[in-house]
DNA sequence: CTTTTACCTTGACAACTGTCAAGCATCGGG
DNA sequence: CCCGATGCTTGACAGTTGTCAAGGTAAAAG
């Protein structure tokens, strides 16, 4: 089911390719199959909007369209399911969100540094883009029982331990240390935390942001 | 909207009260609200089934009551509202869950006792109930979008960490120490690899429990 | 026995869903 | 200038959804 807009695309590659000069055909397919590509990432961003503010389950590709400049059909031309969408709307999700603290980990100079600079970002984080991060966490969910999501989201895992790794690699060696805990367990751990600290947060919880912050600073150097 | 049901009751209780003797009413009264009760959580017992195999996207009431031995009518009799027989569902669950270490905590008489009961335990947890627990994880996601679960499911959250807690100053206690770390982040810590473990069980891969054991083996002594 | 009550079934309702075919527009190539 | 392809809109489709009212049944109350 997934593959049948790009069967769509390469059967109009095939026809386009049988009329005309191949040369002039093989430099103008790139641009095109660029453009389609952008489209449809323009279309994930849209549906990320709404997706984030009503989560999957209530999420339906009118709302989406209506939510945005494009009408309903159009995300049946671009993807061949709404499964399709979806899954292209956490692949993009995950460039975005992967690299979030990789600045920090290349700029800091002491522990201090990296430290106050992941906090922040942290904070920032959850006050900003909470509903981008409850819609992480629902997908996330949806993949227990939506196979496929899986192949996606256990791809954005290991993204997103490596990116924790890569925070606390630095902050162990900036103290001259190698860490203790695992990538999996470390990962485990600010995972959970962020989820309880973004669900409270969203339960309009003040003290959840402060209270994560205070968690973490008082976890890092025992990494 | 969800104390519809309930008003509806307490109307029929008064009706009744005015017309009987006080006392024989009064007396019948409470085995009347027993039964339904009872039959609520019959039907929330119902409901879990449908909701741990297709989770809260995909399920709906007619599927639920297809998957069980009731109608689709009933549900709204004893319901105000879908979101009411989840909330129930949500709440009965808990009464299940929140104890099950309990049993290992007490009767574990060295350190290495409670270490091999709560990995069994856990073992056991994860591949015969998975698909209940993959319904906490698809809830407590949805708590963040719906804010009529939120309170109940920060309540469970709560009681699960306090679970958690218990084994963990239990293994301390037989190690004649305290915990270092801090309720919060120790929930967090292994309901993180809990959840990542269990996602990946689903998606069959042979290595999730396994890891999941070692890897907490690993992290007990240090907490 | 009759009436009333609690409990449950059935069927219908309007709204909404994903999907898709038919058609319109816009634009580059001939 | 026309033609055909690409991109997009529109409207319709069959199926599903939560909700609820009308009605039935069986047991308890009178």
Not at 114 to 122: I, P, Q, R, S, V
Request: proline share 3%; aromatic share 8%; charged share 30%.
């Amino acid at each position: 089911m997934i593959v049948v807009t790009k069967r769509r695309r390469k059967g109009a590659k095939m026809a386009r390719r049988a009329t005309g000069a191949a040369q002039r055909v093989a430099v103008a397919e790139v641009p095109r199959d660029e453009k389609f590509n952008a489209r449809r990432i323009e279309l994930a961003e849209a549906a990320l909007e709404t997706l984030g503010e009503l989560g999957f389950a209530r999420t339906s590709l009118r709302e989406i369209a209506q939510n945005s400049a494009f009408t309903h059909g159009v995300f049946h031309y671009y993807f061949s399911d709404k499964l399709d969408l979806i899954c292209c709307c956490v692949r993009h999700y995950k460039a975005k969100c992967v690299t979030r603290y990789d600045e920090v980990v290349v700029s800091a100079r002491s522990r201090e540094e990296l430290t106050e600079g992941f906090l922040a970002k942290l904070a920032a984080t959850l006050e900003t883009e909470a509903a981008m991060h409850r819609l992480w966490y629902d997908l996330r969910s949806q993949a227990m029982f939506e196979p496929a999501f899986r192949k996606d989201v256990l791809e954005i895992d290991k993204s997103l331990e490596a990116m924790i790794w890569r925070v606390a690699s630095r902050y162990a060696e900036l103290s001259g240390r190698q860490p203790v805990s695992s990538p999996a367990a470390l990962y485990a751990l600010f995972d959970g935390l962020f989820q309880s600290a973004l669900l409270r947060h969203l339960a309009n919880d003040k003290k959840a942001v402060p209270e994560l912050l205070a968690e973490v600073r008082r976890l890092l150097p025992t990494i």
